[in-house]
């Protein structure tokens, strides 16, 4: 039996760039096939500032048995809002040296649930791509499982076990922190066992950290 959660909520933050504010609002709809497996499934909206995509958007994605499932409703979904011819949809490895065709940098990158799935050496390898694909200024929004593992249940078919990868407390700093500075927003709630960030690509790489 699939386990289900609604993501970051409808707003995931606003922000003030000199003199404009953009809005940034992302929906979500995911599912896992079962404890431990680290099969989702997920489609996503993204508007930014209220305006369609003014550039390429690319998704890049790590391969998984249902990946393609979500391609095609990614392209249908794209055919709706009328930004097919703006929109590139990408099949990759994020936790490769390069992405074939995926060039940046980008203003906005998004991982919705990809990298509490991975073991921390591929954890490494992603968050190395993420900033490869950043310019100064970028923005970076994660969302995760995020849970002490002492404070998960053994089993659980509504939320995050000890059974599936989550990112722990602090664990987000390590790979990210020196290029990123790191902003927790308000939802989801701790007792959600779940974060979702917004992180800005720094204009220098920060000493001491990870």
Known sequence: MPFRHSGPGASVGEYRRGSAVEGLRATSDASRSGPGHGLRSSTASLTVGGQQPRRRVTASLRWRPCVLGTLRKARRAS????????????????????????EGPF????????LDDLAPTDRRAMASTIIRLARPGSLFVLYAFYAARADLPRFSLAGPSRLVPVLEPGEEV??????????????????QLAAAFVMTRRHYQAAGLG
Do not use: K, N, Q
């Not at 203003?107 to 990809?114: C, E, F, K, S, V």
């Not at 290029?179 to 709630?189: G, H, K, Q, S, T």
């Open 79 to 102: 055919l709706a809002a009328g930004v097919s011819g703006r929109v590139r949809l990408d099949r990759a490895d994020l936790t490769a040296r390069s992405l074939p065709g995926v």
């Open 107 to 114: 203003d906005l990158l998004m991982d919705y649930g990809t």
């Open 174 to 191: 390590e790979p990210f922190g020196r290029a990123f500075e790191i902003e927790r927003l308000p939802e989801p709630r701790p007792e």
